[in-house]
């Protein structure tokens, strides 16, 4: 088992980085070099793009059998709950009512908006991409989660605050507060969204006695296991998955 973490602050700031278990054994960041299946935490992005064609946390949406050019996703309780808020199918991670939204917004904007938070490896446009499916990086989903908590700007990792020789500054960073992303209301309703996945679904074991809103994501067979998250502070990102070639 190999895991990885990223910690990031506000203005983007590596706070705290883990590439692997042992440096000495093996070399390879998994935090910024790794590309593994995000599961269910990639659902941060179909959600932004329903919220952004005017979904509402409360809206009610229909946990049922649904099939997709033959493809039917299932939950992971392996039952269907019927009628529930838009806020429940999130924090309980319901997998039918994701492909739904999917299919309403278009795979092809759940995929841009990917693109447009930060992530760069390729995106599939396949229905069951609303599953993640598509291989991710750790640093890019942190960052993602990142710029929900502020407020819908992007955020960009750096890890170099300046730079001086001879006593002399010869680079200093600044950081880029221009690019928003999605309107603060939509990253309001993100927040509100992922703090019900911490207070009462899939992910209550990162509960710390404050508000913390998160997204957990597993793959086939636990091969990949996430959160991601942030409270007041700084946002973070843990990967633990099963060791394989790059």
Do not use: C
Request: net charge positive; hydrophobic share 40%.
């Amino acid at each position: 088992v190999q895991g990885a973490l990223v910690s990031l602050d506000r203005d983007g700031a590596v706070r705290a980085m883990v590439g692997g278990r042992d440096y000495v054994s093996s070399i390879y960041n998994r935090a910024t070099q790794a590309t593994r299946q995000p599961g269910s935490a990639f659902k941060l992005f179909v959600y932004l793009a329903a919220l952004e064609a005017r979904h509402k946390p409360d809206d009610q949406v229909v946990d049922e059998p649904v099939t997709i050019g033959g493809w039917g996703p299932r939950n992971s309780s392996g039952r269907f709950s019927g009628e529930m808020t838009l806020r429940s199918a999130f924090a309980y991670s319901i997998n039918t009512v994701a492909a739904k939204l999917g299919q309403e917004v278009g795979f092809g904007t759940v995929a841009d908006m990917a693109r447009r938070f930060g992530i760069t490896t390729p995106i599939n446009t396949q229905p069951a991409m609303v599953l993640g499916t598509s291989n991710v990086r750790l640093i890019d989903m942190t960052r993602a989660f990142a710029s929900v908590a502020n407020k819908g700007v992007g955020v960009t990792p750096y890890a170099i605050t300046r730079v001086t020789a001879n006593g002399a500054v010869i680079y200093q960073h600044e950081v880029d507060t221009s690019r928003v992303l999605v309107a603060p209301y939509v990253a309001a309703q993100m927040t509100d969204l992922m703090q019900s996945a911490v207070a009462t679904g899939s992910g209550r074991a990162a509960q710390i006695g404050r508000p913390v809103a998160g997204k957990t994501g597993t793959t086939t067979s636990n091969k990949d296991g996430w959160f991601l998250g942030f409270s007041s502070g700084p946002t973070t990102g843990v990967w633990i998955g099963r060791r394989r070639a790059k």
